[in-house]
């Protein structure tokens, strides 16, 4: 009993972390939507990426697949490329 214990923690503490992160994701889509300014929807679209790798690799950790660290990697990298095409976008339109 003893040694199931710790694992049973650590799951509800990820899984505490994980609605956590959800909901900072879910703030930051309300945020890319609605504004007010270019630098805004930006940042909420790197804190998208940020939450989405970071909700990918618990939820690889809580379920033990690890082909869901391979997602959070094409995430971090889809994240990198549209901050960029963005930053790109509003340079030109200036």
């Known amino acids: 009993m003893s040694e199931l214990l710790p694992t049973v923690t650590h799951n509800m503490l990820l899984l505490g972390c994980l609605l956590v992160l959800v909901a900072s994701v879910?703030?930051?889509l309300l945020r890319a939507m609605r504004g007010p300014s270019v630098e805004d929807r930006l940042m909420s679209v790197l804190l998208?990426?940020?939450g989405g790798v970071a909700t990918m690799l618990?939820?690889?950790q809580l379920l033990a697949n690890r082909a869901l660290y391979d997602v959070?990697?094409?995430f971090a990298l889809l994240a990198a490329v549209l901050a960029?095409?963005?930053t790109r976008r509003e340079v030109?339109?200036?």
């Open 58 to 60: 618990l939820l690889g």
């Open 84 to 86: 960029a095409a963005m």
């Open 72 to 74: 959070a990697l094409v």
């Open 48 to 50: 998208l990426g940020t």
């Open 92 to 94: 030109n339109h200036d």
């Open 26 to 28: 879910l703030l930051g």
